[in-house]
């Protein structure tokens, strides 16, 4: 199936439903989860184990009314954790979690949706009912000081896992609320905030936004950017127009057998690039003369590509496919307004055989990537 900007982006019918492509959706966020942390470093040592009491889970609602009719939002499904940590000082952090759990209940009236249900329509397609039930928050105390929970650069996915509140019980995702808050506090008086969100609600920029007005509303100050909650503004044309290929969701024959690999236990590790080695990849990438010039994110995505490629010893036959988001937002004309709050990313991919990467430079697999975004 082939579908515009629009189209790819998370279709939609009028208001307050937003579609997506079933391809989309994710089951399993504990997965996705694992994906973004990888084990620590602590100090040669990682025979440290943190220790969280969790205190028992508070159902966060809107200060005051924010919906007169029940509402519902068409969703894609995914989980990311990220977290915030605090200065590493016992004075001024005694109220963090009353202020931050405060602030919570009333930037909700703006982001309302957070505070609903995942479920299924009638017509079998997974939706957030805006209920009003509740953003779960939990508080939390911890066993040591916040340093001693090591190189944050280098996350131990066990350790921060604790970090996030778990649903007891949660058989599915329809179990699990949209937006989940653990603020921990440690010895040393600093605190961490850690969140676990459904992608369906914002993608990364918007998170940060939420994330952002959340913090305003905690200093009491209004926010710099509201939120638009009409997805309607992406709805796709009916019956969409198939105008382009779209070979990120396609399926790639796996003639090298790398399926039996992930039969084995994976090993995390972490591999940090400073500005220096960044620098050298982006020279290596243009010293052949084949590109002028690259970012950042073209030379560091094409290195681990190729890396990977090299690394699983694939056929020169196999294709390998390289996929990214790209935000969407300044790509429509007239621009999606300012503070929209849901999914403005489109799936992106290149796509080459692992022949032509090996036996090309690195300046190859660079342009590869320059293409697709």
Request: hydrophobic residues 40%.
């Amino acid at each position: 199936m082939t579908l515009t900007l629009k189209e790819r982006l998370f279709l939609s019918t009028p208001k307050t439903l937003i579609e997506i492509p079933p391809l989309c959706i994710i089951t399993d966020t504990r997965k996705i989860f694992n994906i973004f942390f990888l084990p620590m470093e602590n100090d040669g040592n990682n025979t440290f184990q943190l220790i969280v009491n969790q205190g028992e889970p508070t159902l966060m609602k809107q200060r005051r009314a924010s919906i007169s009719s029940p509402t519902s939002i068409k969703t894609l499904l995914s989980s990311f954790a990220p977290f915030t940590a605090s200065n590493r000082t016992k004075k001024g952090n005694e109220k963090a979690a009353d202020v931050i759990k405060a602030a919570l209940s009333r930037v909700l009236v703006h982001y309302y949706p957070l505070a609903g249900r995942l479920t299924i329509s009638p017509e079998g397609k997974l939706i957030v009912d805006c209920n009003g039930e509740g953003a779960v928050f939990v508080e939390a105390e911890a066993n040591c000081d916040i340093e001693e929970i090591g190189d944050n650069t280098k996350p131990d996915p066990v350790t921060l896992g604790k970090l996030v509140y778990d649903i007891p019980g949660a058989k599915n995702i329809l179990e699990m609320p949209p937006l989940v808050a653990q603020v921990t506090k440690f010895k040393c008086g600093g605190f961490v905030l850690g969140l676990c969100m459904n992608h369906c609600m914002f993608d990364g920029l918007g998170a940060m936004e939420f994330v952002n007005s959340w913090g305003e509303t905690a200093r009491g100050l209004p926010l710099m950017v509201p939120p638009f909650l009409d997805r309607s503004i992406l709805k796709a044309r009916n019956p969409p127009k198939i105008e382009f290929p779209h070979h990120e969701f396609a399926e790639i024959e796996d003639k090298s057998d790398t399926a039996t690999l992930y039969k084995e236990e994976m090993l995390y590790r972490s591999f940090c690039f400073d500005s220096e080695k960044l620098e050298t990849l982006k020279l290596k990438a243009t010293e052949d003369g084949f590109l002028d010039k690259c970012t950042t994110f073209e030379a560091l995505s094409a290195f681990v590509w190729r890396a990977r490629t090299r690394a699983l010893k694939l056929k020169p036959d196999q294709q390998t496919k390289l996929l990214f988001a790209v935000d969407g937002r300044s790509r429509f004309n007239p621009p999606i307004p300012k503070g929209y709050c849901g999914n403005g990313i489109v799936l992106t991919n290149a796509l080459c055989n692992a022949g032509e990467q090996v036996d090309n430079p690195l300046s190859f697999t660079v342009k590869l990537v320059q293409e697709a975004g």
